[in-house]
């Protein structure tokens, strides 16, 4: 079968995600040339709260939930827990630029130097953005000791996608001011590409990330298989990790043959 058989929220998640980004790029194409009424700065996909970025941040807001709802199913998943607050945190510094602003307040304060074309403003926010998550990641090594195998794997898969996030958002990001004032020349058409390329690598980050999170919570296939979440507790639960079946919790008894006395035939 060319096709992998996929439930029917992966192809509707799948849908939703590519006519959005189409249509997000097609009211910034727009924006650019000034066509009415997508001229307002909303339709930007660089504007912050922008149509674009709330369409990010449904996908985010929707993998933190999936996150937090696998965690409560199972408390063996700490790991997604400590992913679920991160990526609310990463909603809440994006939308209200947390990073940014205090960020380029300690460059200035700091007086840093452009280098390689980036400016203190950039540099600042680098640093408050490692201060940001740095107890993140240290939660997170902890909650991996105390999380089940399977829950890891899921786990990576996010950190995967964060990757990919941290890629566009932040190295595709730094090519971007090379173009501005501490820039080397390149023409605006390069910034614009730039645009549109960090765009979507980020787009897709968050649509990944949404994808890994719903499958812990939703069917697996559209035959009744459950989730990925619930087939995981049920293979830990056969192999005797944190059941409380039986007289103790974690152990499986057997169950031994009874048998009744009999009397001794009278002679």
Known sequence: MLIPA??????????????SWL???????????????????????????GVAECAGYAFLLTGAVSLVLAWRADRRRTVHCVLAMFLLVLLVDDMFEVHEYVGALVGERAGLRPIAGIGPPTLG??????????PFVLAFLLAWKHSCSLAR?????????????????????????ITGEYGL???????????????????????????????????????????DGDRAFQVQASAGYGTTTGSSAGTSRRRRPVTMPTDSPSR
Not at 6 to 19: E, G, M, Y
Not at 29 to 41: D, I, K, R, T
Not at 190 to 199: I, Q, R, S
Request: proline share 6%; with cysteine; net charge negative.
């Open 185 to 227: 020349g390149w023409p605006d058409s390069v910034a614009y590409v730039l645009k549109l390329v960090e765009f979507t690598g980020e787009y897709v980050a968050f649509v990944g990330i949404c994808a890994v999170a719903l499958r812990l919570v939703l069917p697996v296939s559209d035959d009744g298989r459950s989730s």
């Open 153 to 177: 794997r899921s786990a990576l898969e996010v950190v995967h996608w964060l990757a990919v996030l941290l890629v566009f958002a932040v190295g595709v990001d730094a090519l971007r001011p």
């Open 23 to 49: 249509a997000l790029l097609l009211c910034d194409l727009l924006q650019h040339a000034g066509a009415p009424p997508f001229s307002s700065p909303l339709f930007d996909v660089d504007t912050d709260r």
């Open 125 to 134: 926010s680098w640093a408050m953005w490692g201060m940001i998550t740095g």
């Open 6 to 19: 996929r439930p029917v929220w992966w192809w509707t998640l799948l849908a939703v995600a590519l006519i």
